[in-house]
């Protein structure tokens, strides 16, 4: 089964949580949950820790981090850091094809290294496996309802699906799309010195 279809069973259960992507996931992403609080990243690996920001910063606010397995990789050691600030709104997916699929498909280390074990080594308080859809939305909920920082992994099938529109926005305006709807929302100035929610 491709990533779609899982990210297609948890869109109707994530609010207005703030959802971070990487890759090809954030086509995808915003074809099953269209939201200015859908924000992709450029740099590779860095999906967890700007995820991980943004729980902190907003710690009454859900925020998910879409990672793939290149990123996961690539980033490994912001793992102890999220594990050590603990945020309990941040919820790590984890789509491991084992490949770099956006880069044209070289093999990631992936299928030797185990991500949730490299997760719980690094101090997350839970991760695991999933292999269905069903299990999967189960384990979201649960980590949604629980409050707890939460690794959720799954072994997908490279590919997306022919037919998915495209990006309506690059990533300079998703920027500042995303941005300003942080502002609104929390009604803090980010990117405008004079902004005042009151006026
Ligand atoms: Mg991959």
Known sequence: MQRYAYLKAIADDTGNALAVCT????????AVRPSDGNLKTRTLGLVSSIAAGL???LPHRKVIAIDGDGAFLMNLCGLPTIALQRPPNLIHLLFDN?????????????????????AKGAGYPHACWVSTAEEFRAEFLQAW?????????????????????????????????????LERTEKKGILSPGFDSKS
């Open 23 to 30: 890759g090809w996931s954030a086509r995808e992403w915003w």
């Open 98 to 118: 084992e490949v770099y699929e956006a880069s044209g498909g070289t093999a990631t280390a992936s299928h030797i290294a185990d991500a949730v074990s490299l």
């Open 145 to 181: 309802q629980s409050d707890r920082l939460s690794l959720i992994a799954v072994k997908v099938e490279p590919g997306q699906p022919k037919d998915l529109p495209p990006l309506a926005l690059d990533e300079l305006e998703n920027k500042y799309t995303f941005m300003r709807y």
């Open 55 to 57: 729980a902190f910063a």
